[in-house]
């Protein structure tokens, strides 16, 4: 199996980890069912229950 032929030095692996953080989700409230939701998405339970009710054309907002 290969291995590296040198060790890498923190700074370097510093470098390379300077990419590694995760941004936190977006979370915003539900206008239909006042659930935390994350944002510019159409809450999947809420779009269920506007189907099951029949109603046409766009969720109510
Ligand atoms: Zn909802």
Redesign the pocket.
């Known amino acids: 199996m290969a291995v590296p032929k040198r060790r890498k030095s923190v700074s370097a692996k510093g470098k390379r980890r300077s990419h590694d953080s995760l941004t936190p989700i977006n979370l915003t409230i539900?206008?239909?069912?006042?659930?935390s939701?994350p944002t510019h998405r159409v809450?999947?339970?809420?779009?269920a229950?506007h189907m099951k009710s029949g109603a046409p054309g766009r969720m109510p907002f």
């Open positions: 539900c206008p239909m069912c006042k659930q939701v809450h999947a339970e809420c779009l229950e």
